[in-house]
């Protein structure tokens, strides 16, 4: 099956540090990818959907500045944190969905990047 | 954007069958029935698919009226290890879901 990977899995950092994640599609070529964020026993949080070559949608109350994002290639998006604060300590997840175009896509998630700001 | 209803938790015992049912009442012509499943610390991990009917793979079948306002997830014999949360997701293709609540199963021994 389609397999996502994330890095790095979990990050310990000091308030006022950037942090940089990044989603990978490994064995297939991603049109759109998207972020979540997962705080312990809630569901997953859409953060912001990213296609290749554009600028990414962010969901309301979701701060652009703040949570950069950028998809250059089919099989590569980044998440910036920008200047970390200890509210932004949580679990992120990407997704990744194909290029067929067709309903069938599913969207396939990484393992997850737990992020501890200090 | 479909929005979803299932139980919140379910317990069951090892070598039961496990059926979890997911409500969608505005799905779209066009949305898939997803299921995922979410270890702690993980992220989810695709079961099956469907759009109607019927469909089994080889951990689970799932189950679509012809009025595709709802499916059940059916787990047969789980084991502990089923223990996780269980999400049912409405959509089409590269657009973006929304996640409900999820059912956290517990199965015991």
Redesign the interface.
């Known amino acids: 099956g389609a397999v996502v990977s994330q890095h790095p899995s979990r990050v310990i950092c000091k308030s006022g540090t950037s942090v940089k994640i990044e989603c990978r599609s490994l064995d297939f070529q991603a049109t759109t990818m998207f972020w979540y964020r997962q705080f312990p026993k809630k569901s997953l949080m859409l953060m912001a959907t990213s296609n290749e070559g554009s600028k990414a949608t962010y969901e309301q109350g979701v701060e652009k500045d703040k949570f950069l994002i950028n998809h250059a290639s089919l099989t590569l998006s980044t998440l910036t944190v920008t200047s970390a604060h200890p509210e932004d300590s949580s679990f992120y997840i990407c997704s990744a969905a194909g290029t067929s175009g067709r309903s069938t896509d599913t969207q396939y998630f990484g393992p997850g990047t737990r992020l501890t700001v200090l | 954007l479909a929005k979803t209803t299932q139980p919140i938790s379910m317990d069951s015992y090892e070598g039961q069958e496990v059926n979890i049912t997911c409500s969608h009442n505005n799905i779209a012509t066009?949305?898939?029935i997803?299921w995922?499943q979410q270890f702690p610390?993980?992220?989810?991990?695709?079961i099956i698919?469907g759009?109607k009917t019927k469909v089994t793979n080889e951990v689970a079948s799932l189950f679509i009226p012809a009025d595709r306002k709802s499916s059940t997830l059916s787990l047969p014999r789980v084991s502990l290890s089923d223990t996780a949360v269980y999400?049912c997701l409405v959509g089409?293709?590269?657009y973006?879901?929304?996640?409900?609540?999820?059912t956290r199963l517990k199965v015991l021994a």
Request: overall charge neutral.
């Open positions: 066009n949305d898939y997803t995922y610390s993980q992220g989810p991990r695709f698919q759009y999400y089409e293709g590269t973006k879901y929304i996640f409900g609540t999820g």
